[in-house]
């Protein structure tokens, strides 16, 4: 998939809010400092789509990016903030849960996590949490740059195994990606051309 046109049009915390069109989208989560905004950046082919920051937890909204005039691209909140209270961090639980739960246009989620670190309970807890409200999802493996060639297919191989050991019968879909060296971007852009392709016409 060629990325002719990226645009920003809504952020809100209300799904009900959401655009209307019925256009396919993929929700992109993960913990705070995964890596997201440099990911979405690189997928859309655009510096600035996604603003990145180096402190935690800057996205605090339901962002919509429109790919193509095709299909959108949402910027969710991570989960796991370090710096917002817990009255807020129920706030985004719930319009996280919401949008997973409410959004008919979602078609599939991306759950983002560092392949550098060990499975993080925070992370199989969300993807459970997917499963088993049946809710599509892939995980995007990010900062695949940080590690040799060798640890990369380790890492991949350890969380796969962890979640099956957790509560899978079979592993989601996988990527691995790099922003900075632009890895995985054609792998995830053909798996959401592919899928935009099946649910035509039936949104």
Request: overall charge positive; proline content about 5%; hydrophobic content about 40%.
């Amino acid at each position: 998939m060629k990325i002719i046109s990226a645009e920003f049009v809504m952020s809100n915390s209300d799904v009900a809010k959401c655009p209307k069109e019925p256009l396919p989208e993929y929700a992109f989560i993960g913990r705070s400092n995964v890596g997201k905004s440099s990911l979405i950046n690189m997928l859309a082919d655009h510096k600035n789509l996604a603003k990145t920051s180096g402190r935690p937890g800057k996205t605090q909204l339901i962002n919509h990016f429109k790919i193509n005039n095709s299909w959108f691209l949402v910027d969710l909140p991570g989960y796991g903030y370090a710096r917002v209270s817990k009255k807020e961090k129920k706030t985004f639980q719930k319009y996280i849960t919401d949008y997973f739960l409410k959004r008919k246009q979602l078609v599939s989620g991306f759950v983002l996590v560092d392949i550098r670190h060990e499975p993080q309970p925070v992370d199989l807890e969300f993807m459970e949490w997917l499963g088993t409200n049946g809710i599509p999802f892939s995980i995007v493996f990010t900062k695949a740059d940080k590690l040799k060639e060798g640890a990369i297919q380790n890492q991949v191989d350890t969380y796969l195994k962890k979640l099956l050991e957790v509560a899978w019968e079979e592993a989601p879909p996988h990527f691995v990606t790099s922003s900075a060296k632009h890895l995985g971007k054609e792998e995830v852009l053909s798996y959401i051309e592919e899928i935009n392709k099946q649910v035509a016409g039936h949104l």
